[in-house]
């Protein structure tokens, strides 16, 4: 199944503890249909030593939410959007982008994968 949220895309929370908080998704599980914000739903974990090197104490990590409870913030625009595909015209072939549904301007993919 494919999201309107893609890795790198900046969102903005809807609804829940978090609502109105913006931030980078840092991970996207089309499976479960959840993200990883930056910022957004941090979670305590109680981190166990393992052995004498391993240190261990209190470890803030965000957690997953839901793909419903975020929107896409338009670039261009800087308002929270819904996204819609447009064919464009690269050289001779036609390549599929997403738009802003406001203001109709693309949305770019930034690959942080690197």
Do not use: Y
Request: glycine share 10%.
């Amino acid at each position: 199944m494919s999201l309107h949220v893609k890795k790198g895309d900046t969102v903005v929370v809807l609804t829940g503890k978090d609502s109105g908080k913006k931030g980078k998704v840092l991970e996207v599980n089309p499976s479960a249909e959840r993200v990883v914000v930056e910022g957004v739903n941090v979670a305590t974990k109680h981190k166990k030593p393992k052995n004498q090197k391993d240190i261990g104490g209190i470890v803030k990590k965000e957690a997953p939410i839901h793909v419903s409870n975020v929107m896409v913030v338009c670039p261009k625009c800087g308002e929270a959007t819904r996204t819609g595909n447009a064919k464009v015209a690269d050289g001779d072939k036609q390549i599929k982008v997403r738009i802003c549904k406001k203001c109709g301007a693309e949305i770019k993919t930034v690959d942080t994968s690197k």
